[in-house]
T-cell receptor
Framework: EAGVAQSPRYKIIEKRQSVAFWCNPI?????LYWYQQILGQGPKLLIQ????????DSQLPKDRFSAERLKGVDSTLKIQPAKLEDSAVYLC????????????FGNGTRLTVT | SQQGEEDPQALSIQEGENATMNCSYK?????LQWYRQNSGRGLVHLIL???NEREKHSGRLRVTLDTSKKSSSLLITASRAADTASYFC????????????WGAGTKLIIKP
């Protein structure tokens, strides 16, 4: 089966600019996750979708971050406006049965905010 | 919040030796998962062990779970250079509505 696809692979923007990331999960996976990973740390959940509904967005900075999963398949994560501390790798993952089954990760988007 | 804590933070061993990493957590769980992350890549699932299991094997990997001590260990036998990576544990904490909680990882370096 094809893996989780993410784009772009790298992005460099200036602070206060906006940026969007795209994710295509594995076909048939109902659960989709967006994680933020800062260098040397574990992944931090930003938002979790079950089909096209939000399960958990408690750690999403909603004043600047937004995410959607239209039609319960692809998803986009947007940051507007970006801050220096948003520099990180943004990982998308999907799973068949939520947190009780393995997560499959994409290779992430490395964001640098200057 | 981070429930899982890996130990050690970094580990450097010679190729061929065994590597052991530990994960401790704070609250009751349904399952615990181990993942590997190579530099610049996404995480790759290794093993999922359920709370009613004590040990699981997958190739050169052996995972144990001690729910009384709230800890798990990942053993990699006969290490290879390709095992160089960061290893993370993730637990679904019952008191957090089973959301996955990740540790900060163990950075493993295999020296040729």
């Amino acid at each position: 089966e094809a893996g989780v696809a993410q784009s772009p692979r790298y992005k460099i923007i200036e602070k206060r600019q906006s940026v969007a990331f795209w994710c295509n999960p594995i076909s048939g996976h109902a659960t989709l996750y967006w994680y933020q990973q800062i260098l040397g740390q574990g992944p931090k959940l930003l938002i979790q979708f079950q089909n096209n509904g939000v399960v958990d967005d408690s750690q999403l900075p909603k004043d600047r971050f937004s995410a959607e999963r239209l039609k319960g398949v692809d998803s986009t994560l947007k940051i507007q406006p970006a801050k220096l501390e948003d520099s990180a790798v943004y990982l998308c993952a999907s799973s068949r049965k939520g947190n009780s089954s393995p997560l499959h990760f994409g290779n992430g988007t490395r964001l640098t905010v200057t | 919040s981070q429930q899982g804590e890996e130990d050690p933070q970094a580990l450097s061993i010679q190729e061929g030796e065994n590597a052991t990493m530990n994960c401790s957590y704070k609250t009751s769980i349904n399952n615990l998962q181990w993942y590997r992350q190579n530099s610049g890549r996404g995480l790759v699932h290794l093993i999922l062990i359920r709370s009613n299991e004590r040990e699981k094997h997958s190739g050169r990997l052996r995972v144990t779970l001690d729910t009384s001590k709230k800890s798990s260990s990942l053993l990699i036998t006969a290490s290879r250079a390709a095992d160089t990576a960061s290893y993370f544990c993730a637990t679904d904490a019952m008191d957090s509505n089973y959301q996955l909680i990740w540790g900060a990882g163990t950075k493993l370096i295999i020296k040729p």
